[in-house]
């Protein structure tokens, strides 16, 4: 994958999933021995895609900023991401994440993504919203 290619395929993969929720297009973006660190807490693709659902269950609307940095090494298939998640849950608190996250690639999918989130807010409600799995 080059860096045009990886630009479009994580725009894809954030709309998809992150925006949209969209468990049933996880398969077609990240690897089945998918690897997660996210703020410490170790997942892999069973408890990534329990994650997405436990996000459906209680935010009404996520959207995600244009990435503020995006850093491609072709040659390692690594990419560094900076963004700003803005989320609505269903409860009515409302917030910002700054998401810092580097991501492996192989044969075209997301092998391993160790990240990094900081509500921008004194918003106790987000502190968790990178990890909430309640499966």
Do not use: W
């Not at 479009?8 to 997660?36: A, D, K, M, R």
């Not at 436990?54 to 963004?83: G, I, N």
């Not at 492996?104 to 391993?112: F, G, T």
């Amino acid at each position: 994958m080059n860096k045009k290619q990886a630009y479009q395929f994580f725009t894809e993969v954030y709309q998809e999933i992150i925006v949209n929720l969209n468990i049933n297009q996880i398969p077609e973006y990240f690897s089945e021995q998918y690897i997660q660190v996210t703020d410490g807490v170790r997942t892999n693709m069973i408890d990534f895609t329990n994650h997405i659902v436990t996000l459906k269950e209680h935010v009404a609307a996520m959207s995600v900023s244009p990435f503020y940095d995006f850093l491609f090494d072709e040659a390692k298939q690594t990419v560094t991401l900076r963004y700003i998640v803005h989320v609505n849950k269903k409860n009515g608190e409302t917030g910002d994440v700054e998401v810092i996250a580097i991501f492996e690639l192989a044969n075209n999918k997301i092998i391993r993504c160790n990240e990094m989130t900081c509500p921008l807010s004194n918003n106790k409600e987000l502190e968790n919203i990178g990890t909430i799995n309640t499966n």
